[in-house]
């Protein structure tokens, strides 16, 4: 029910079962969104030239970074939309067609055409794929961190919560997983020629297990109490605009330093490991699924921290941890020593779970019941494309022009830098109702 002071008591009877239900189905969502991902930019190095052959290997991979980030311009719009049907018809429904959407598109990709065969139609195939994919993925990771922080107990948001960031691990070391088995089975000749095909096909028993889950959850009881009461609005986008842009800034701030911790520190450096440094990509897939699956168990954990000593005295410290560890790690990885390389990926890797795991409810706890869908979407897209979408393309082109290797650390420490200065002006939510 609503109370008197325009915010959600929870739901009498409410159990852990439920609320597990809600975060692992959440979880997995995540994980197709950013399996996809994590697919293409691993596999950045080997499909560039099939997409785009050209002389100059820095030239193709940089066009196909500039499709990687093409995704992202249009995750806006799918936030907006799919936002707004979520705030209109209920959660549930538009978690299913996030799946559904964002699980075909990386499956189609498999199936595309080379430039050897289509020509042109080739890469303009492929950008047309990664914007439908976009345009999906613009509602997936935000409606299930709406879900999860309306479905979980007061006081327990940043721990359930934590599983939503999970997926992103899960989804990243999956990705890795399949690249690593593919590339070291299959020749380098093998793996250009069709090898590249099946991680993303692999995505298809993903979308099976997500739907199964998603269709065993129901709507939260804090958008059936806003629906019963007549809360819910017509227009959930006109009314982010007018009356929540201070709440929009505030999380785009945040989700830029997100984000780019994640671009730079985890899918870029697969690029920076193998391409500028030499190393083997196979021993680079295993050392990043190492790190996403290690990350990503530690989520939760951290999520609760978030519970009990607050959502920005944790984030600060993973901001800060960025900040401070992203350069000397990246001059330790340039000694030729995979095993040295393997030791600072994990140390510049320890801030991820941190930010990760806080972040997405701290993003939901900025925005009423009302609207929480539509805001959350727009906002933390925005930051992902600065952050995810110019990344590692900025990164990739500024290390070819000035020759400097450490030029990505800098742009991670002044997203970084963005981001602590967008949390001061965040209030404290970790104890606090949800505001319908």
Known sequence: MSTSTGVHTPRVGTNQQTTRKAAIAAMTGTA????????????????????????????????????????????????????????????????????????????????????????????????????????????????????????APTGRRGFFGGFTPMGVAMGGAAAATVAGVVSSVLTPEQMSAWGWRIPFLCSIPLIVLSL???????????????????????????????????????????????????WVGLVFMNIYLTKNLGYNQTAVFWIIMAVNLSMGLLMPLYGGLSDRKGRKFVLTIGFVGYMVLVTPMMLVMNHNNIWLAFLAMVVAAIPFPIVQSVGYPTYAEQFPTRVRYTGLSLSFNI??????????????????????????????????????????????????????
Not at 226 to 251: C, I, W
């Open 212 to 262: 199964v889950l998603r269709k065993k959850i129901e709507d939260t009881h804090a958008f059936e109490s806003a629906k019963e009461n007549q809360e819910l609005v017509k227009a959930p986008l006109r009314e982010v605009l007018t009356g929540h842009l201070p709440a929009v800034a505030k999380v785009v701030g945040l989700s830029f330093g997100q984000n780019a911790g994640y």
């Open 383 to 436: 930051g992902t494309i600065l952050g995810g979408g110019l990344m590692p393309y900025a990164a990739t082109w500024l290390i070819s022009t000035t020759d400097n290797l450490l030029a990505p650390g800098w742009l991670l420490i002044g997203a970084c830098a963005i981001a602590l200065l967008s949390l001061l002006s965040v209030r404290e939510t970790a104890r606090s109702e949800l505001a319908a």
């Open 32 to 151: 197709i969104e950013y399996y996809e991902f994590g697919v293409y930019g691993y596999l950045a190095v080997t499909i560039s030239p099939l997409f785009f052959p050209s002389n100059n290997p820095t030239a193709a991979l940089l066009s196909t970074l500039a499709v990687f980030g093409s995704s992202f311009l249009v995750r806006p719009l799918g936030g907006i939309l799919l936002g707004r049907l979520g705030d209109r018809i209920g959660r549930k429904a538009v978690l299913l067609l996030t799946v559904i959407g964002m699980g075909s598109a990386t499956a189609v990709t498999g199936l595309l055409p080379t430039h050897t065969s289509a020509g042109l139609l080739a890469p303009a195939a492929l950008l047309i794929v990664r914007l439908l994919q976009g345009f999906f993925a613009g509602g997936e990771v935000t409606g299930a961190a709406a879900y999860v922080a309306e479905s």
